[in-house]
């Protein structure tokens, strides 16, 4: 681990709304950084909540696994109170203009791109089916994955909803994730932590059962 640098955890409440539906979730704010600065992965539902968690610390950016509500709703207020830029893949545009249609992100999470906070490398890897823009961040240093919803404990994130394509979300798993080294620890988007090791055997079960 890089000197000084660690990963920060806490769980916002709201709701998630998509396709006329709404329902209640629980969300996983990650917070990767040092005594000095730290960048947040999914300003979830309470900026109140995660500008606290921060502390005195300097906001690097705000990265955005996929724009589905739950996950950006309190971006922009979050951005305001700190200055930090929001960032997210392009393809998440059209759902991130459901939410913000006034506020648009700051920069793009194109694959491939590093991000460094705390002396820390986060690498985006695009991983499109939950939701067409979203990523991963994966920070070999920390031994950890950032998954959003891409994949959780126990498998693939949800694609029954618009925008989602679950050939698309099995490739990207299998392509991009299944492939990293095993003890790499997934921090996911709700729920609990999982490793790489522990879902790799599963693959062929989720695609037997189609979800
Ligand atoms: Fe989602």
Same mark, same amino acid.
């Given at each position: 681990?890089?000197?000084?640098? %660690?990963?920060?955890?806490?769980? $916002?409440?709201?709701?998630?709304s998509?396709?006329?539906?709404?329902?209640?979730?629980d969300?996983?704010?990650w917070?990767?950084g040092?005594?000095t600065e730290?960048?947040?992965?999914?300003a979830?539902h309470?900026?109140?909540?995660?500008?606290?968690?921060?502390?005195?610390?300097?906001l690097?950016?705000?990265?955005? $696994?996929?724009?589905?509500?739950?996950?950006?709703?309190?971006?922009?207020?979050?951005?305001?109170?700190?200055?930090?830029?929001?960032?997210?893949h392009?393809?998440?545009?059209?759902?991130?203009?459901?939410?913000?249609?006034g506020?648009?992100?700051d920069?793009?999470?194109?694959?491939?791109?590093?991000?460094t906070?705390?002396?820390?490398?986060?690498?985006?890897?695009h991983?499109?089916?939950?939701?067409p823009?979203?990523v991963?961040?994966?920070?070999?240093?920390?031994?950890?994955?950032f998954?959003?919803?891409?994949?959780?404990?126990?498998?693939?994130?949800?694609?029954? %909803?618009?925008?989602?394509?679950?050939?698309?979300?099995?490739?990207?798993?299998?392509?991009?994730?299944?492939?990293l080294?095993?003890?790499?620890?997934?921090h996911?988007?709700?729920?609990?932590t999982t490793?790489?090791?522990?879902? %790799?055997?599963?693959l062929q079960?989720?695609?037997?059962r189609?979800?």
């Open positions: 681990m890089t000197a000084g640098a %660690r990963i920060g955890h806490l769980v $916002t409440s709201g709701t998630f998509l396709d006329g539906g709404v329902w209640d979730v969300n996983n704010v917070i990767i040092d005594d730290a960048l947040v992965v999914d979830a309470d900026a109140e909540a995660v500008a606290e968690a921060l502390g005195g610390r300097t690097r950016a705000i990265v955005c $696994t996929h724009a589905h509500d739950d996950h950006i709703g309190a971006a922009p207020a979050l951005a305001a109170r700190t200055g930090a830029p929001i960032l997210l392009p393809d998440d545009l059209p759902l991130w203009k459901l939410t913000h249609p506020r648009l992100p920069g793009e999470l194109v694959d491939g791109r590093t991000l906070v705390a002396g820390v490398e986060l690498t985006v890897l991983t499109p089916g939950h939701a823009g979203a991963c961040l994966y920070a070999p240093a920390l031994t950890a994955l998954s959003g919803d891409t994949l959780f404990a126990g498998g693939p994130g949800a694609t029954g %909803r618009s925008y989602s394509h679950f050939p698309t979300i099995v490739g990207s798993i299998r392509d991009r994730l299944l492939t080294p095993g003890d790499t620890v997934v996911t988007g709700h729920g609990g490793t790489i090791a522990a879902e %790799r055997p599963h079960e989720w695609i037997d189609g979800f």
